[in-house]
């Protein structure tokens, strides 16, 4: 789960499909396993700001999310996010956060019987 501070200049977030694609190679590749399993949290805003939304260039970093899932047969992207309450303008409340660690859970059960 990354990607909000990608979000806050367009140059940073549309760079972000490329820089999120990079650290998955690394990580397969350190870990010898081309095809390890990768759940997304999909970021979402609060609109707890003054201009309604915390995430400027939230919507350019969600596309290259959905990008890179369908882009990548072991990927997976938890979308359940964007109806989760905010304990402040950047944090689930209590129960985001245990509905987010289930929904990690089965995404990640379904890519390993894949």
């Not at 999909?42 to 609109?47: L, N, Y």
């Not at 201009?51 to 992207?77: E, I, M, P």
């Given at each position: 789960?990354?990607?909000?501070s ?11 499909f490329g820089?999120?694609?990079?650290l998955?190679?690394?990580?397969r590749?350190?870990?010898?396993k081309?095809?390890l ?9 609060s609109g ?6 915390v995430w400027?260039y939230?919507?350019v970093?969600?596309w290259?999310?959905?990008k890179f899932?369908?882009?990548d047969?072991?990927a ?6 964007d109806?989760?309450s ?10 985001g ?11 990640m059960?379904?890519?390993?019987k894949?």
């Amino acid at each position: 789960m990354q990607g909000e501070s990608d979000a806050n200049t367009y140059e940073i977030a549309n760079l972000y499909f490329g820089n999120l694609k990079r650290l998955i190679d690394l990580m397969r590749a350190a870990l010898l396993k081309d095809d390890l399993p990768v759940v997304i949290g999909r970021i979402s805003d609060s609109g707890n700001d003054a201009d309604g939304k915390v995430w400027d260039y939230g919507t350019v970093v969600r596309w290259q999310q959905a990008k890179f899932v369908n882009q990548d047969t072991k990927a997976a992207l938890i979308t359940s996010t964007d109806s989760y309450s905010y304990s402040d303008k950047w944090h689930y409340d209590t129960s985001g956060y245990i509905d987010f660690g289930k929904q990690f859970a089965i995404e990640m059960e379904r890519l390993l019987k894949e």
